[in-house]
């Protein structure tokens, strides 16, 4: 990266960096990401994490950890469906597996020689009894024994633990008011602690690349679902088990209250910090908040916004030039989609009433994300606008997207099928196309 990518990169995340600090986030992952021979650097970048001012509740799990140990006892791995029963040869392996990876964890996490990305980082891990399990008991005539479920966190415990700097360190087990330790499935535990907590994001480190799963495929933006779409799609995606858990899990978190979970694959290098310091990240997030992307009426705040998403079109002579203070006066024409706080498209809709008629206007859409309907959803919000508005046509004014507004059920008309007030000002230098809708 040369000195200028680098500037533009960093600026790029300083909004990030500003919404971040003091939010807490939970990040989960199993015990396959910790025998990743890359383990160390999603390690370094949890630490970067906590040094930009995130409060971070890490949740492990153990399974191939417990695997190899009860391979190594001769003792038979039991499972019936996704859950493990859990007899008291079992729960020993549980106990020495989820034990010593979290002292290795611990140890990766104290590290700060100045030779790696955490020097002088002094991180604080803290651990506690917060998770409180119960049995899952009998189901389908079979004893599950050790093997149970969170009953309720201390979720006070823990936003103590957080509000003294220190990084809360979660493993796979709980514990019930009589003192026996359950064996608990760390995207359950994960899932809870983020909804007790209101945690601003969940985010699971998974084994598999979510950008190829079939249904990031299907949708319109890939990258993003919301909780409907996520639902639809969980319920006829073809997806691997451990996948598929994954999603279910952040289903439940997103009808609990978690506002984004995110699901990123441990295998592309940086990828946590991609997905969480750029706009577009390179995982899957299943998002609640309606606000997300969504298309509102523009407010003078949207302003600046505008004007930096269609002054390209304006420099390219696609769009007649407008001042500051002509779109302050319009601005209750316009409606805009905004993307994670960015003015992403917009468009505007002048009446003319006494022709009935309005004209679709300003339509931009920013260059990262063209090609996937967002003009299109503009217009028939504009439609729907004019039609509220009593008109019975929408006309617009081109130089370049004739094709567009053709595909889109209008046709070509004169200048003498305008509005008078638009006829009189109409540039005959520009040549612009009348192209008209009949709604």
Same mark, same amino acid.
């Given at each position: 990266m040369n000195p200028a990518e680098f500037v533009r990169a960093l600026r790029a995340a300083a909004p990030y960096v500003h919404a971040h600090v003091d939010r807490v986030f939970v990040l989960a992952f199993g015990g396959e990401i910790c025998e990743r021979e890359d383990f160390e650097h999603f390690l370094y970048d949890i630490a970067l994490l906590h040094s930009l001012g995130v409060k971070l509740v890490l949740v492990h799990g153990a399974r191939p950890q417990i695997e190899q140990r009860l391979r190594r006892q001769g003792i038979e791995s039991k499972h019936q469906g996704s859950l493990r029963i859990t007899d008291a040869d079992t729960l020993q392996c549980v106990l020495d597996a989820a034990g010593s990876l979290r002292m290795a964890i611990e140890a990766k996490l104290s590290t700060s020689l100045a030779s790696t990305p955490m020097g002088g980082a002094r991180i604080k891990v803290a651990g506690g009894n917060w998770i409180v399990a119960k049995p899952v008991g009998v189901r389908n005539g079979i004893d599950h024994l050790y093997t149970g479920e969170v009953r309720r966190v201390d979720a006070e415990s823990i936003r103590q633990v957080l509000d003294q700097g220190r990084i809360a360190l979660v493993s796979n087990t709980g514990y019930s008011p009589t003192g026996e330790i359950f064996n608990l499935r760390y995207e359950d535990i994960a899932t809870a602690v983020a909804m007790e907590l209101s945690a601003d994001k969940l985010v699971f480190l998974v084994n598999s690349n979510p950008d190829d799963w079939k249904l990031a495929a299907d949708t319109g933006d890939a990258g993003q679902l919301s909780l409907g779409e996520a639902t639809r799609l969980f319920e006829t995606a073809a997806l691997a088990d451990r996948d598929r858990a994954h999603l279910a899990a952040a289903l439940a978190a997103g009808r609990g209250g978690v506002k984004r979970t995110h699901l990123v694959g441990a295998a592309e290098e940086g990828a946590l910090l991609r997905e969480l310091y750029t706009r577009d990240g390179v995982g899957l997030m299943v998002y609640t908040d309606a606000h997300y992307e969504a298309v509102r009426e523009a407010s003078i705040e949207d302003v600046g916004g505008i004007l930096a998403l269609i002054k390209p079109l304006e420099d390219a002579g696609v769009l007649v030039p407008r001042s500051r203070e002509q779109l302050e006066l319009e601005i209750g024409q316009f409606d805009v989609m905004v993307r994670d706080g960015l003015v992403i498209a917009c468009c505007a809709l002048f009446p003319f009433p006494a022709k009935s008629m309005g004209e679709f206007?300003?339509?931009?859409?920013?260059?990262? +994300?063209?090609? &996937?309907? @967002?003009?299109?959803?503009?217009?028939? @919000? =504009?439609?729907?606008?004019? @039609? /509220? /508005?009593? !008109?019975? /046509?929408?006309? =617009? !004014?081109?130089?370049?997207? &004739?094709?567009?507004? !053709? &595909?889109?059920?209008?046709?070509?008309? @004169?200048?003498?099928? !305008?509005?008078? /007030?638009?006829?009189?000002? +109409? $540039? +005959? *230098? *520009? $040549?612009?196309i009348v192209l008209v809708k009949t709604l």
């Open positions: 206007s300003c339509v931009a859409v920013h260059s990262d +994300y063209r090609g &996937e309907g @967002r003009a299109e959803a503009l217009l028939k @919000r =504009a439609e729907d606008t004019a @039609r /509220q /508005q009593g !008109l019975k /046509q929408i006309f =617009a !004014l081109t130089t370049t997207t &004739e094709h567009w507004f !053709l &595909e889109h059920g209008f046709v070509e008309g @004169r200048i003498e099928d !305008l509005p008078v /007030q638009k006829q009189r000002i +109409y $540039n +005959y *230098r *520009r $040549n612009s």
